[in-house]
């Protein structure tokens, strides 16, 4: 198994020797940290991993991101988004992504010719062309390249190969934009993503790695993993988990009896049809 995935990591490192100059979209998780160090690897300065900085990104996720390219000398950069100002993105209609990511992917296609870098690539997986992803579109109408996609590694595939190559972010819990807790159709305001950013900071430091907290007006849903039920419910843990909601101004904390997993709000979830 192992030197199969040494092979796979080979024919991935050669793809993106192919293209000679490469521009990343880089947001410090599994899929796109794993990239960014091979692609460093690969081209050195002919590679730059560039982050977007919007409201939707937590705080220490992008600290962590940039400390990550530090540490494995990944040429970085980071540029500003206002998110909040995307036609589209605070309606939040259903294809909210859509419009998020191509003002993105616009943003970095123009850092790439400014930079004279000849491909634009994103850490999709395969497994994300079988969930709901309005973005997906974007990437598609824009010409982004998806490698990892292309070459059918899985997000488990990519968690492995991390481990071998003793990446921290081997084991880290996958997340998307805050904006992502709040229904569609409800609007997304400035407060609401940070409402949520310090409700999820606080389960993360309270030992809930997977988690999510979602946004319904003057009350607050918290998902988590099905084994944390019982460690949530600890009185010192309720307090603190009421306390921050409560002084963040919600009305009602509620603990969903259905485990926390991705897509909860998306319209294809079986909950929506």
Known sequence: MKRLLSERIATLEQVLHQHRRVLLAYSGGVDSTFLAVLGARVLKQDFLAVTIDHPGFPRKQLTAACQLAKTYAIPHKMILLAQLDVPGFRENPIERCYYCKKAMLELLLQEAHAGGFFSLMDGSNAEDAKDYRAGAKALA?????????????????????????????????SYA????????????????????????????DLGFPECRARHHGDTLRLEIDAGAFPQIVQPDIRTQLLTCAQGLGFRWLTLDLEPYHTGRLNPIHPDKT
């Open 141 to 173: 109408e824009l010409g982004v390249e998806s490698p990892l996609q292309t070459l059918l590694w899985s997000k488990e595939d990519i968690r492995q190969a991390s481990r071998q190559m003793g990446l921290p972010t081997a084991d880290q819990p």
């Open 177 to 204: 934009c805050l904006a992502s807790r709040i229904p569609p159709g409800s609007i997304i305001t400035g407060e609401k993503l940070q409402q949520i950013e310090q409700m999820e900071e606080l389960l993360h």
